[in-house]
């Protein structure tokens, strides 16, 4: 019990806490349960040369292998669709039925049009294509980019039309020395 008594009056000493709420029965617990446990080694790296424990050290960290990352040959789609198959990346038109521009931001990706045909029944037009329907958005062109390299499709880049707005007032309509105004008779 000396040993307490020795932490307890370097504690309540201390000029660190000079509250005593903040001392603790649990710090005093901790000093008593601290004891000199030996430095275990595993055995299998020790006996080892330090050449075998670096190769070991390299055969544990990650793999990287300086190669395109291509996933077409385990993605299980015919080879048809992949080689023979021409994507455009484009960014949308704004939609007709709206004034502002949001959702026109994003890429797209669209694939040549293949295996269409009218159904006789209903006239609904068909297709046998999986890849016509689907509907991928990307943030960046580049991000498209990367996405048809790694699935090795052959592609190309439609850029955008940007028209620029010019300013103009609404006083501008009623103005006598320029051709606006339109006459009502």
Not at 1 to 26: E, F, P
Not at 27 to 36: D, F, G, H, L, P
Not at 178 to 185: E, F, H, P
Request: glycine share 4%; with cysteine; proline share 7%.
């Amino acid at each position: 019990m000396s040993g307490c008594t020795k932490v307890y009056s370097l504690i309540s000493k201390s000029s660190l806490i000079s509250n005593s709420r903040w001392i603790s029965s649990s710090a005093i617990r901790k000093t008593y349960e601290k004891k000199n446990e030996p430095n275990i080694k595993d055995v299998k790296t020790t006996l080892l040369d330090p050449e075998e424990k670096k190769h070991l050290e390299k055969l544990q960290q990650h793999i990287t292998v300086p190669a395109a990352a291509e996933i077409y040959p385990v993605t299980g789609v015919p080879e048809e669709h992949i080689k023979t198959r021409l994507v455009r990346i484009f960014k949308p038109a704004k939609n007709p039925m709206q004034s502002g521009t949001f959702n026109t931001r994003k890429w797209k990706i669209e694939f040549e049009t293949r295996e269409r045909w009218e159904n006789p029944l209903m006239g609904w037009s068909s297709t046998g294509d999986p890849l016509s329907n689907m509907n991928v958005q990307f943030s960046t062109p580049e991000e498209a980019i990367q996405f048809c390299e790694k699935n090795g499709w052959p592609y190309y880049v439609d850029e955008p039309k940007v028209s620029t707005i010019k300013p103009k007032s609404y006083g501008a309509n009623f103005a006598w020395n320029k051709r606006t105004r339109v006459s009502t008779k």
